[in-house]
């Protein structure tokens, strides 16, 4: 592993394009060229033992743009690898244990999580969606959707923007009622065999459920631990049940294009902008897979008008600060860092609102970004962005 | 017909750029004919896009337009514009090319240029030539000195090629030259060789976007910024923004756009940039000296000759900085561009300038693909021609050769140096059909001159060349005052080749016997004004040059008023000098039709079998008592050929060659005569010899430099490179060594030798790589200054990287520390980018020494060609001639010329060969006539002349029993320091006689 690491390292030029590019740089008087640097000198158990892998975001901003193309991304998941699991950062890896013994990260029981989706259910139809139930284990629903056990158990409102846009779409899906974490801390601590078993669950859930679809799960590092899985493991064996794996934007458009949800705009009269979460964009575009930029403009330009590009978008953007578990993680300081070129193009960017499509990209910049770099902005997920425009017949 | 008859003397040359023509007019010198196909509209290529050429500076155009004209009117070259090659069928000796031309829509041989089409077409298109920054019309020249010199009519914007309407331009055409009933045609031309010089492509535009190009408009290329830079272009040579046209005042140039990047498919170093960027920054440091310039680079690639000395100068005496850092991101801040990049401890930094230049790089031409399968040519992995280190300009296919940066990004001294070569390569394989497609030129009669000087005077306005300073009219009106001006005007560009034919016009409806053009410099330009002169049957000696541009424009930039006062007086001298011109005879000398070459490593033993396959007698001189030179000590090849095996076929074929002599053991003793007709002695083992020929090539070679620093010559564990792949080549030896430090210019650049010997990198590199093999895990460290891998060679730096060899940065000011102390070496540096203190005790350290020239003082004295400061022979021109010298009949080439590998010295020994036969291809040298001239009654056989000629051209001989001076015509090179010296005044010189000299004296003090 150590010889793997020093040969991908061994490409690099020094051109210093990784650390113009990072945001994280200057974290511990560490930047990605010196990574590399000390990797290519066999300092890798030094590295190992550092701050920098778990603070490093691997947003892959710096990946895209190095002229020799290496992968820091994957050198910082390998070096997370490498920490024995008890000296994981905060509660990652307790997470990790979770969700593999009970099918969440925070270890909730099974009936406490029905109690909870069922009573959400039920607020939502009392409040604007008269006859809502919450869809648990239908089986042959078209779509299959894993819940964010972070909603779950300190923001369950925040549940019913999903909700309320497949009520008014008219769309079949449901949620499972075992194994329904969306999140994959596997990925985000560089334990790839646990990120399997995650995906394995929901796959398993896929298949026991008889859906066509499964969403792509929040937050964009699940989806994307999810979908490394998926295509290394699972797609022949699921597609040849006739099951595929979409992502939220793919859903929202479909219920737009196919004129069964309807907007007004006239309820968003502020300047949006669009942070795009890495993997969603660049992460995918990075592994050859279809980058989800203009899809998400297009939904934005369905629900408002005054829409602003940050400077650096789409393949460009940076980072939130908070990726790859970072959010997750206990180092304040460096999610402050880390934000602080997204917090400045924001605050230039003039806009009053950010639409994102990420659970921990929205948290960093309403929690942290917002308050440390006083942004004085709405934060918004791009289906709440939807759900609060709807206009329901 | 027996095989012979049926070898064709004519070639095909694709691609009308630098190289294309370069080629073209040797090859027709050689006694070849030529079609030049252009697919565009002009030949020209990008040089004639460019402001200035590095290093020298030199206006690009000005130097090229010469050529533009000897090319366009050559009756042996046949240019085709809008051209492509279809296909190839045949083999060498005799191809049929199918050429396929598109039709310009205007009769180049009834369009006058006059520009009225331009002026009526309603259709505004974007100006290719200046890169898109300014609009022309669809009926245009690419450029005012543009050859053909004809317009043409862009057919993709059109009104009437598109949609059938206007036609409008059709009746403003006095000459009745717009032809819409033209076809594209299709040319079946018989040819025996190819020569293939596409040039280069451009970098596609999702690679600039990357750095803000098309977002922010003060985002430019390069190539742009030369246009922009440039007199001729649309801002007239003010550097403006091209967002408000304010002065910059923060410049960054940004380096490796396209270039060493492999998500952009090009992994290799385009070669060039970092020169035209120290170039183009210096430029605008003239113009503008308060402007603040950064370059953001990777490694300063100046590794040609001269070129660190011009980075040199570009950081001490104009201040620009260098910042070792690709830029990560360009955002559009306001009114100014934020560039940010790591600095060297990592810090991601914030700088804000108003204007970027992205240093693009060259990539294969945009249809390399569809030529090689057309030409059946095989591409390397980037798709540039495919060619090997032994035979660089030769393709995959027999009679089809290459030259220019379509085999691999390169300058334009080296693209000519391979124009001339892939020229000299067409001439071996066609030597039988030398002389049997070409046409003589045959000039009409020269006409009588009588007493009475009717005198034409020509002002050219050069764009705002002149124009912008000197006032022109004025001085066109001036001139129409003088005594025996019949005739005076200055609407013109001077150089383009239409002018000519106005000019020969002029001559005969004005009936004028002397022609004054008032432009630029003689040094350039008169050659070809001369010849228009004999077109239209005036003696070329009839004519007279008043530099207005460089005396005037240039130097007095910023004073227009007086300016205009001395282009006034500097006409009113040409005048008062032209009255008393009187035609000289052009005289002819014969050449022996044998070469020498001296030294016989590959340069030496390349250019002497060129020679002999070009069907010449060659005197091959070794000092040594073996050939091969360098050769015989290198082991491998960076690009994998075995030295051995080529060595041993090429010194075969030397030895067995019915045309070469090859005198082993053997010095160069003195040399006299001069191009035809030199006689040099040569100290043999079996005494002294003397020889005859007509040519000289220097190909005396280099050697590894001595170093007395870092433990060399203490401890046996500090070698050099050379020394190094000696020991490799013991294979159980090299196994043995687990630690390696290699410190490059060790020696070289500002050390001991201040320029940097080029070959170090690569030879480093070859060595690392080659010792990973044998043992892969070996520690190797590579201490360097800058990594030099330029070119393809770039390959081979990344695969040493890939390997595990470590490369570490240091600067000249804190270079590693080695201590030899008997048995163990230690070697102390510092990683600047982790500022850690690296301490080795490794196996060997191997110095990179550089390369320094074989003693030639004597052998330079002899043949009285100058050095430079570095002990390299001095090429006439660093651009344009690079393998002559300025002592005609003698050329340079290998390590002799400048520290270069192998392929580059095969290129340029190709090259050397090349223009070596021309004299002896034609049989005769024509002297110019302004040689000196020793009047036998006023000479007292003193000698000064003699001893003071530069040239040996002055003799003293004996008539009627005294001694009289007598000058060598084809040795002088009119320079005038015996008739300066002349006690007597016995000796004038030919178009600069005491009496012409103070007439034009004697008119500066008459206004």
Request: aromatic share 8%; hydrophobic share 35%.
């Given at each position: ?34 990574i ?18 778990w603070?490093?975001t ?46 969440n ?14 009573e959400?259910?039920?607020e ?45 779409g ?29 995906a ?5 859930n ?140 924001i ?26 770099y ?20 | ?28 010198e ?34 090229l337009?010469?050529?533009?004209v ?69 009926p ?27 036609q ?73 923004r ?91 801040e ?123 005077v ?39 080749q ?86 000289l ?5 014969p ?26 007698q ?191 940065n ?30 080795l ?17 004597a ?10 400061q ?15 010298m ?14 270069k ?107």
């Open positions: 592993m150590y010889e793997d690491l020093a040969r991908i390292a061994n490409h690099c030029l020094t051109c210093g394009t990784c650390s113009g590019r990072c945001a994280s740089g200057g974290l511990d008087g560490l930047d990605p060229r010196k590399l640097r000390m990797l290519v000198y066999g300092q890798t158990e030094k590295l190992a033992s550092s701050r920098w892998p603070v490093c691997q947003c892959g901003r710096c990946v895209v743009a190095c002229p020799e193309g290496v992968d820091l991304v994957a050198i910082g998941k390998a070096l997370k690898g490498m920490r024995p699991r008890n000296k994981v950062p905060g509660s990652l890896h307790k997470g990790v244990e979770q969700v593999l013994k009970v099918g990260n925070i270890g909730a029981p099974k009936d406490e999580y029905l109690m909870v989706m069922e959400v259910g039920e939502l139809a009392e409040e604007c969606c008269p006859g809502f139930k919450t869809p648990i284990d239908v089986v042959g629903a078209e779509y299959l959707f894993f819940p964010n056990s972070k909603e779950l158990s300190g923001e369950p409102d925040d549940m019913k923007w999903w909700w309320k846009v497949f009520y008014a008219k769309l079949s899906w449901t949620v499972p009622s075992e194994n329904w974490e969306s999140v994959d801390w596997g990925l985000f601590t560089g334990n790839m065999e646990a990120s399997r078993k995650i394995q669950y929901k796959v398993d896929a298949k026991k459920l008889k859906v066509k679809y499964i969403i792509a799960p929040d937050c964009a590092g699940g989806s994307f631990g999810f979908r490394l899985n998926y295509e290394q493991y699972f797609k022949p064996e699921l597609n040849a049940q006739g099951i595929e794996l979409v992502y939220i934007y793919d859903v929202l458009m479909r219920l737009f294009k196919e004129g069964r949800i309807k907007v007004d705009k006239s309820r968003n009269p502020e300047l949006v902008t669009y942070h795009d979460p890495c993997k969603h964009g660049r992460e995918l575009e990075r592994a050859s897979w279809h980058p989800y930029y203009d899809e998400a403009r297009w939904i934005i330009s369905q629900c408002c008008d005054d829409f602003v590009e940050l400077a650096s978008n789409k393949r460009d953007a940076f980072c939130c600060g908070a990726g790859s578990g970072a959010w997750a993680g206990p180092y304040l300081d460096a999610k402050i860092h880390c934000g602080r070129l997204k917090a400045e193009q605050k230039k960017s003039g806009a009053k609102v950010v639409v994102t499509s990420c659970s921990n990209c929205r948290d960093q910049i309403m929690k942290v970004l917002a308050k440390e006083k942004l004085d902005i709405k934060v918004k997920y791009i289906w709440q962005l939807v759900a609060e425009s709807l206009v329901l017949e | 017909m027996n095989q012979q008859d049926s070898v064709t003397g004519s070639v095909l040359v694709v691609g009308g750029g630098i190289a294309g023509i370069q080629a073209a007019l040797d090859l027709s050689m006694g070849f004919y030529v079609y030049l196909v252009e697919k565009s509209a002009s030949i020209g290529g990008k040089m004639a896009r460019l402001d200035k050429t590095f290093p020298t500076n030199d206006c690009s155009l000005c130097i337009a010469p050529k533009l000897e090319a366009g009117r050559s009756p042996n070259i046949k240019i085709l514009t809008n051209a492509t090659l279809e296909s190839l069928e045949g083999q060498v000796g005799n191809f049929t090319a199918r050429v396929h031309r598109e039709p310009r829509f205007i009769n180049e041989d009834l369009c006058t240029a006059c520009g009225d089409c331009t002026m009526y077409c309603p259709v505004f298109v974007s100006d290719g030539y200046n890169e898109g920054l300014a609009i022309t019309r669809a245009h020249k690419d450029y005012p000195q543009a050859v053909p010199t004809s317009f043409y009519i862009d057919a993709k914007m059109c009104l009437f090629l598109n949609h059938e309407t206007c409008i331009c059709v009746p403003t055409c006095q000459a009745k030259a717009i032809d819409f009933s033209q076809k594209e045609e299709r040319l079946d031309l018989s040819v025996g060789a190819v020569i293939l010089s596409p040039g280069f492509g451009r970098i596609h535009d999702d690679v600039l976007a990357r750095y803000g190009y098309g977002r922010f408009p003060d985002v430019v290329t390069s190539l742009e910024f030369e246009r922009i830079m440039c007199a001729s272009g649309p801002s007239m040579g003010e550097v403006i091209p967002s408000d046209g304010k002065h910059p005042k923060r410049i960054a140039f940004l380096q490796c756009v396209g270039s060493r990047d492999i998500n952009t498919g090009n992994g290799y170093c385009s070669s060039v940039c970092c020169m035209y960027a120290v170039k183009g920054a210096t430029i605008v440091k003239e113009h503008a000296p308060d402007t603040d310039i950064t370059i953001f680079y990777m490694d300063m690639r100046t590794q040609g000759k001269g070129f660190d000395a011009s980075r040199q100068r570009a950081r001490e005496q104009y201040g620009i900085k260098f910042v070792r850092s690709r830029v990560g991101d360009v955002f559009q306001g009114e100014q561009l934020r560039l940010c990049y790591a600095d060297r401890e990592g810090n991601r930094k914030e700088e804000d300038f108003d204007m970027v230049v992205l240093s693009v790089g060259l990539e294969s031409p945009e249809d390399a693909q569809s030529l090689a399968r057309t030409a059946g040519i095989k591409l390397n992995q980037y798709d540039f021609c495919r060619t090997q280190t032994a035979l660089p300009l030769n393709t995959t296919r027999p009679g089809v050769y290459v030259a220019g940066a379509f085999q691999g990004p390169k300058d334009i001294p080296e693209s000519v140096m391979q124009a001339i070569g892939s020229a000299a390569l067409a001439g071996e394989a066609l030597h039988e059909a030398r002389g049997r497609n070409v046409v003589k030129k045959e000039y009409p009669e020269e006409m009588e001159v009588g007493q009475d000087p009717r005198i034409g020509l002002v050219c306005h050069c764009g705002i060349n002149i124009g912008g300073v000197v006032n022109v009219p004025e001085v066109v009106k001036y001139a129409s005052t003088l005594d025996n001006v019949v005739f005076a005007d200055g609407s013109l560009y001077a150089c383009s239409d002018t000519q034919n106005i000019i020969k016009d002029t001559i005969r409806e004005h009936n004028l016997n002397r022609v004054i053009v008032a432009a630029c410099t003689p040094r350039t330009h008169e050659p070809g004004f001369q010849e228009t002169l004999k077109d239209a049957g005036l003696n070329g000696c009839l004519f007279e040059m008043a530099n207005i541009r460089d005396h005037c424009s240039w130097v007095h930039a910023h004073e227009p008023a007086e300016a205009t006062a001395k282009a006034k007086d500097l006409v009113r001298m040409a005048v008062a000098k032209a009255r008393l011109l009187a035609p005879p052009e005289q002819s000398v050449v022996t039709p044998r070469a020498l070459v001296i030294g016989g490593g590959v340069a030496g033993m390349t250019a002497a079998l060129s020679i002999a396959d070009q069907g010449f060659c005197f091959l001189v070794e000092k040594s008592g073996e050939l091969g030179g360098n050769l015989r000590h290198i082991r491998t090849i960076l690009t994998g050929q075995n030295p051995a095996s080529m060595l041993a076929e090429m010194e075969g074929r030397v030895r067995n060659h019915p045309r070469i002599k090859v005198y082993t053991h053997t010095v160069v003793g003195n040399v006299s005569g001069y191009i035809g007709n030199f006689k040099t002695d040569l100290q043999t083992e079996n005494g002294l010899e003397q020889v005859e020929h007509g040519v000289v090539i220097l190909a005396t070679g280099g050697r590894e430099h001595h170093v007395e620093k870092y433990g060399y010559g203490q401890s046996s564990q500090v070698v050099t490179q050379l020394e190094l792949e000696e020991i490799l080549s013991d294979v159980q030896r090299a196994r043995g060594i687990n630690e390696v430090v290699m410190i490059q210019c060790a020696g070289s650049r500002g050390d001991d030798l201040s320029y940097c010997s080029k070959i170090c990198c690569g030879g480093a590199v070859k060595n690392a790589l080659r010792l990973k093999d044998l043992n892969p895990n070996a520690r190797i460290y590579v201490l360097y200054r800058d990594v030099r891998t330029y070119g393809f060679m770039e390959d081979y730096y990344r695969q040493a990287r890939e390997k595990g060899v470590i490369f570490v240091y600067e000249k000011e804190n270079p590693p520390v080695v201590s030899a102390d008997g048995e163990r070496v230690a070697v102390e540096f510092t990683d600047l980018l982790l500022n850690e203190k690296i301490s005790q490794p196996d060997l350290v191997v110095l990179s020494v550089g390369v320094v020239p074989n003693d030639v003082e052998l330079a004295k002899t043949l009285k060609v100058p050095l430079t570095d002990n390299f022979f001095l090429e006439a021109h660093v651009k344009l001639r690079p393998v002559e300025a002592v005609s009949g003698v050329y340079v080439c290998g390590l002799a010329h400048s520290p590998p192998i392929d580059e010295a095969i290129s340029q020994a190709k090259a050397a060969a090349g223009k070596a036969c021309i004299p002896l291809a034609k049989g005769f040298v024509t002297v110019e006539p302004i040689v000196s001239e020793v009047n036998k009654e006023r000479c007292i056989g003193c000698g000064i002349c003699e001893s003071l000629c530069p040239y040996k051209a002055i003799r003293l001989v004996k008539a009627d029993g005294k001694k009289k001076a007598e000058t060598i015509a084809a040795s002088c090179k009119g320079c005038g320091i015996c008739a300066s010296h002349c006690p007597t005044m016995a000796i004038s010189m030919g178009g600069f006689t005491t009496e012409e000299i103070m007439a034009q004296i004697r008119a500066f003090g008459e206004c």
